[in-house]
């Protein structure tokens, strides 16, 4: 809040403001925009709810907001603070916090607190997502803290799945999933998708916080069910007892989900308090959504667009396969600056270079070269497309994703299409092969990084996907690859740790980035995600032994 004694430092002459002050009669105190966002996120105290129609007496909406504005003196104009990036954004806009912390919530707070490593890098997963879902709650006039539930669900990864089968940002079960719309098929999984999934579990909290009247109670139910919740209320009520959320009994796992989320929520709204430096994030889109029109291969959507395939399935998580699904979406989602020359590029594309993909299921008689004269491609490009570099068996009942063209297109073009493909897909494994057994708790990800490999590699090696679960005891192929006895040169795998970028990596190995680049196949757009394998070719005389 700027006084008028404050507001000379702005360069604004004290005249001026009695020559307003006169035309207007007296100040009028103007409250930051946020005030009424937040006020009208309050569930009104009166009136009936599902919740009442269900159960018989009202759920008491309960006023668990923080923010407090200090009183304006008679002489103070109060103006609205300047967003400085989208953190601030996100706190101007707090709608449920507690003034008080609960010792449950505190108790999690001094966990998240003694781990800034793992905010960080939970900070910079969010950076392409949070925009757009701050911007979804904000026409909703919905709390923004709530940007923060996949840190929570997911740790902000999108192809995370659980134990239950809850997958993506906001880990929707199967069920839950398709009653809010959706899809889950052999090309596609709604759940996985930022933009469906966002809206979806945005519409979910908007029922769950009219049944119940209460943002707590709306993320109890949103973890545990409504009727979990509902039955607690319930059996408070005829009690006599307290029906907040800290009163009631419910299962452990929600006990504790509720004051996770209200710890990191503190947390990022006060870091400077435990010592926790965020990254700025800009407050403007980081995606926009690009109309294909119909199925278009993934690899050629990253190449259109100028950035990795790593960055164009980060960005697009929900198709399951290689390409978008023949029936749709027909859409694209890719950075906004890159939407431009995306779109010429589509415009451009000749008929003949247009892949398309089909789903074959295996039946009796078939083989790979039976299928590969059906579909008019290669043997080579089936096996590339599933995986099967290393084998000719395919299973009877399994599904293939086979690559083909346009029937438009010359027996050439075919050809060439086709062998450009397969030519994308990664080489047969070298180096030492070793036998892994999955060990509780096991993920892809813990795997590859533990091995120093690439998850999708991983994935490749045993005929699966990230997305595929994994059972104690499962033996997974690990290839591992054989040390260089280049006097000169050693090539080495580099696992990107949190904070790190191009340009430190590129100072610390004595290489550039642009070197990096070429090395690893990235634009200069791509994102580095802690854990992610790079190649670095190092000159051995150049460096330390212990910094490789």
Not at 259 to 284: Q, R
Request: net charge neutral; with cysteine.
């Amino acid at each position: 809040m700027l006084s008028i004694k404050s507001l000379s430092h702005y360069g604004l002459p004290l005249s001026m403001l009695l020559l307003l002050s006169a035309c207007s009669g007296t100040f009028t105190p103007v409250k930051p925009d946020n005030v009424e966002r937040s006020a009208s996120r309050q569930s009104p105290k009166t009136g009936d709810t599902p919740w009442h129609r269900a159960y018989g007496k009202r759920q008491e909406t309960l006023q668990n907001r923080h923010v407090n504005y200090r009183n304006s003196e008679s002489q103070d104009i109060a103006l609205p603070l300047p967003t400085i990036d989208l953190w601030q954004r996100i706190r101007n806009g707090y709608g449920i916090e507690e003034n008080t912390l609960n010792p449950e919530t505190q108790k999690q707070l001094d966990w998240f607190a003694s781990r800034p490593d793992y905010i960080n890098t939970v900070a910079d997963r969010a950076k392409p997502y949070l925009y757009y879902i701050v911007d979804e709650l904000e026409k909703r006039n919905m709390p923004l803290e709530l940007a923060f539930l996949p840190v929570i669900e997911s740790s902000f990864q999108p192809l995370a799945n659980s134990s239950s089968n809850a997958s993506g940002l906001w880990q929707f079960m199967p069920a839950t999933g398709r009653v809010f719309g959706l899809d889950q098929n052999w090309w596609y999984d709604g759940r996985r998708d930022i933009i469906e999934s966002t809206d979806a579990a945005l519409d979910y909290l908007q029922k769950l916080h009219t049944d119940f009247g209460d943002w707590q109670l709306a993320l109890a139910a949103y973890n545990s069910g409504e009727g979990t919740v509902g039955r607690a209320i319930k059996h408070n009520q005829e009690l006599g007892m307290p029906t907040d959320f800290w009163s009631l009994n419910l299962p452990q796992e929600t006990t504790n989900y509720v004051p996770k989320f209200m710890a990191i929520a503190h947390l990022l709204n006060e870091p400077a308090d435990y010592n926790l430096t965020l990254n700025s994030i800009e407050d403007t889109p980081f995606f926009t959504v690009v109309d294909t029109g119909s199925q278009i291969d993934l690899a050629l959507a990253a190449k259109l667009a100028e950035i990795s395939t790593d960055e164009i399935h980060q960005l697009n998580p929900g198709f399951n396969r290689s390409a978008t699904a023949p029936n749709g979406p027909h859409r694209i989602v890719v950075p906004l600056d890159k939407a431009d020359i995306f779109q010429q590029g589509l415009d451009e594309l000749a008929i003949d270079k247009q892949m398309t993909w089909t789903k074959h299921t295996v039946a009796l008689g078939d083989s790979l070269q039976s299928i590969s004269k059906r579909y008019k491609t290669t043997v080579t490009a089936i096996k590339k497309a599933n995986g099967l570099a290393r084998s000719n068996l395919i299973r009877l009942g399994s599904n293939l994703l086979i690559p083909t063209v346009s029937n438009s297109a010359s027996n050439s073009s075919i050809t060439a299409s086709i062998q450009q493909i397969a030519s994308q897909e990664r080489v047969s494994p070298t180096g030492h092969k070793q036998i892994y057994a999955v060990n509780a708790g096991d993920t892809w990800w813990d795997i590859a990084i533990k091995h120093s490999i690439d998850v999708m590699e991983l994935a490749q090696w045993n005929d699966k996907s990230p997305k595929d679960l994994l059972s104690v005891g499962q033996k997974l192929v690990i290839w591992t690859k054989i040390k260089s006895t280049d006097n000169k040169t050693k090539k080495i795998s580099y696992v990107t740790k949190s904070g790190d970028s191009l340009w430190k990596i590129s100072q610390r190995f004595k290489v550039s980035v642009a070197q990096l680049l070429d090395w690893n196949g990235l634009s200069d757009r791509s994102l580095l995600r802690p854990g992610q394998l790079l190649t670095v070719h190092v000159v051995v005389t150049a460096q330390n032994e212990s910094t490789i």
